[in-house]
């Protein structure tokens, strides 16, 4: 049973920086692509970044590009979304989800039904 666990949420003003952290156990994930979304207050889930965790190939929505890193520690089994610049809009749930089998990497990285597993999300809040 593979198990996602979001943590690192808080609040934080604009300009400040986060690191959510996504502890995932139950399988082996050096196989596996990770993705970090988001859902925004009335809004709908949206792609913020992934990582193929054989390659450390990663893959970031513009919105975020230059301000958020994703990584993942293999001898943790974890993965990390270093969030610096933070801005209001950023403000969101905040979820770790995991592709078992990421075929197609290139073009479905970013959409949500490609991947199997997701975390219960960790609230972010960003004050002006």
């Known amino acids: 049973q593979v198990q996602l666990v979001e943590s690192g949420g808080g609040l934080v003003q604009a300009g400040g920086s986060l690191r959510l952290s996504c502890a995932a156990s139950?399988?082996?994930?050096?196989?596996?692509?990770m993705g970090w979304f988001r859902q925004p207050p009335g809004k709908d889930r949206e792609f913020v970044a992934a990582?193929?965790?054989?390659?450390?190939?990663?893959y970031y929505a513009n919105s975020v590009k230059g301000r958020f890193t994703i990584s993942r520690d293999n001898a943790k089994n974890t993965v990390y979304l270093q969030m610096n610049s933070l801005k209001p809009e950023d403000t969101a749930v905040y979820y770790c989800?995991?592709?078992?089998?990421?075929?197609?990497?290139?073009?479905?990285?970013?959409?949500?039904?490609?991947?199997?597993?997701w975390g219960q999300g960790t609230q972010v809040t960003v004050s002006s």
């Open positions: 989800a995991a592709a078992e089998r990421p075929v197609g990497w290139g073009t479905s990285r970013s959409n949500q039904g490609w991947y199997d597993y």
């Open positions: 139950g399988r082996t994930f050096s196989s596996y692509a």
């Open positions: 990582i193929l965790w054989s390659s450390g190939n990663t």
